[in-house]
């Protein structure tokens, strides 16, 4: 189980607000800290470790940037949208941040609001309204990929890449 505080955002949100094109040779940190920075200053500094984004059609627009990355950096607990761009879910699953897909999710929270998403019965809850919506299945092998760390851990593991060097 996934518990976390909504954060609520739009349709079409870009990933150059998730990792702005200025910033994409700079340090992870950097990076991070830059989430949002031009539609909502300061969001880095509320948001807490396993809260959850809910966003509305097509998250993740925009260039193959690893902007994925910037959010499991910030420590969110998982991403739910009406629709995720395939560019971007393709780098949650490479970077170990979990997303998926929901119909009716946007509508079915409010920001403040605490969502609870099960993997195990595919379904995320309001614990406020009580309602309960499927989310739409992620084959196991990108869904162990994601909640695991993401394909760059599985590769120092199997000897395909030298391990990432400490901070």
Request: glycine content about 10%.
């Amino acid at each position: 189980m996934i518990t976390g505080h909504v954060w609520k955002f739009g349709d079409d949100i870009n990933t150059d607000l998730m990792l702005p094109g200025p910033l994409l040779t700079a340090s992870e940190e950097e990076q991070r800290r830059a989430v949002f920075s031009a539609n909502r200053p300061g969001w880095v500094d509320e948001v807490r470790p396993r809260d959850i984004l809910i966003g509305g059609r097509n998250f993740g627009t925009g260039s193959s940037r690893p902007a994925a990355r910037s959010l499991r950096n910030l420590g969110l607990g998982a991403l739910i949208a009406e629709s995720i761009n395939g560019l971007f879910f393709r780098n949650a699953v490479s970077f170990g941040f979990v997303a998926f897909e929901c119909r009716g999710i946007h509508a079915a929270f409010e920001e403040g609001q605490t969502a609870e998403i099960s993997i195990e019965s595919w379904t995320v809850r309001n614990r406020e309204s009580g309602a309960v919506l499927p989310i739409s299945p992620v084959p196991e092998q990108l869904l162990s990929l994601m909640i695991s760390g993401g394909i760059y851990p599985l590769l120092e593991t199997q000897g395909l890449i030298a391990p990432k060097a400490a901070s």
